[in-house]
């Protein structure tokens, strides 16, 4: 069975990974067996934390072959399943529901790492570039530099978190254990590298005061991985259920007529941020979120509804400037704004 997915394999020279440089180790040390022994040992305690850490934000593994032998190029080749690079410009440039989806998924990996089998785990090297994007979900795939265990301690001093823009103390605790610190890693690296970025720009206004809430609390470490995940549960819900346009206050002034099997093939204009980069294509909850937005939108005359859905459920709806050529089509509707 072909297994789609990329390969990882340490070679003398070549081994994909900034943390291990085979041929510099050679160089430095002379000791090519042990250099080849030593890569292979860091890549084969991934291979087992991807095994025992299994769960939907952990990038799968489908396989690996070790073999303990410099004469062979491939030492440990690891086969996984296939991800996308994390873009951050990119993201940026998508609609709030992925970016949304995406720290979800950061928020759901945080929960399972604090509470995983092997106890709390750290991810010590925590940037953009550990994780790939799988169909939309986030997915970190890089544990080589993972930490299991709690820092000992004496006594508060000895448990400081220390980043560029600021420092957080935790307590040690009688066990002689900082406590949390694992945890609060992990939520204040999710916190400065995607929750500041991508959780408040664009939403819902009703929802921006709990993404805020959510942004400044992992922030200012005072809700822990639990509280961050059920709060972002709770604006998935509110956003999944619709329960965000119940205090929408706007109603709709204009009245619009049904085409039902149609669609209007040209008359596009662009609109941020879109599913698609040459026309309006946005997610909806229902027609009356529809109506909503065209009349927001001041080019905005028709639009038709799709029978596509997004990763919440929503029907993505084409925004037009006009409904000069309907043509038909039994996959969509088209509602045209009624003269007058």
Known sequence: MEHKGWKRAFQEGETGRDSIDGKGCVREFGARRGCYRLAAHQLLKEVVLLERLRHPNVLQLYGYCYQDSEDIPDTLTTITELGAPVEMIQLLQTSWEDRFRICLSLGRLLHHLAHSPLGSVTLLDFRPRQFVLVDGELKVTDLDDARVEEMPCTSNADCVLEFP????????????????????????????????????????????????????????????????????????????????????????????????????????????????????????????????????????????????????????????????????????????????
């Not at 664009?202 to 005072?222: C, K, Q, Y």
């Not at 991985?225 to 965000?244: C, I, K, M, N, W």
């Not at 927001?296 to 925004?319: D, E, I, M, P, Y």
Request: net charge negative; aromatic share 12%.
């Open 165 to 340: 823009a600021r420092n957080f103390t935790l307590p040690c605790s009688a066990q002689g254990w900082c406590e949390g610190m694992n945890e609060k890693r992990n939520l204040y690296n999710a916190y400065r590298f995607f929750f500041t970025y991508l959780l408040p720009h664009s939403a819902p206004p009703s929802l921006r005061p709990l993404l805020d809430s959510i942004v400044n609390a992992s922030g200012e470490l005072t809700w822990g991985v639990d509280e961050t995940l059920a709060h972002l549960e709770t604006v998935l819900h509110l956003y999944r259920s619709g329960q965000y346009l119940q205090n929408s206050t706007a109603s709709n002034s204009a009245e619009y007529q049904r085409i039902p099997d149609s669609t209007i093939p040209q008359e596009d204009y662009r609109c941020w941020p879109s599913y698609h980069h040459g026309s309006c294509l946005l997610s909806v909850f229902n027609l009356a979120e529809a109506m909503d937005v065209c009349e927001s939108h001041a080019q905005c005359s028709a639009f038709v509804v799709t029978n596509q859905t997004t990763w919440t459920g929503r029907k993505l709806v084409f925004f037009k400037t006009g409904w000069s050529h309907v043509v038909p089509d039994p996959n969509k509707t088209t509602y045209v704004r009624a003269p007058g």
